[in-house]
């Protein structure tokens, strides 16, 4: 079982910045990978930046080279530095986390809204 807590949405211009916060209730050496997806109204949930093994990255192609995902592994904790957001990135952002034994198990925060707007 993991308990994730997302912190950090709210409402910014376009052009502005935020940085989510994603506290994991154990280690994150432990899970498998950690990252965020996002589903806006009428939409489906999709993928928006993920890690794995604690280093290899990967970015949907509307965010990479604005949005940056990283770890503090003393902490269990993942962030998403969002940069130069765009109305489009409004949405309910969720952190997700994959533990892999036997089988995959995702478990989910609660969500996080991040409204772009002027």
């Known amino acids: 079982q993991v308990q994730l807590v997302e912190s950090g949405g709210g409402l910014v211009q376009p052009g502005g910045s935020l940085r989510l916060s994603c506290a994991a209730s154990?280690?994150?050496?432990?899970?498998?990978?950690m990252g965020w997806y996002r589903q806006a109204p009428g939409k489906q949930r999709e993928l928006v930046a993920v890690?794995?093994?604690?280093?290899?990255?990967n970015y949907a192609v509307s965010v990479k080279s604005r949005f940056t995902i990283s770890s503090d592994n003393a902490k269990n904790t993942v962030y998403l530095q969002m940069n130069s957001l765009k109305p489009e990135d409004t949405a309910v952002y969720y952190c997700?986390?994959?533990?892999?034994?036997?089988?995959?198990?995702?478990?989910w925060g609660q969500g996080t809204q991040v409204t772009v707007s002027s």
């Open positions: 997700n986390a994959r533990v892999v034994d036997v089988y995959e198990h995702d478990y």
């Open positions: 890690m794995s093994s604690g280093s290899i990255t």
């Open positions: 154990r280690s994150i050496f432990s899970i498998y990978q």
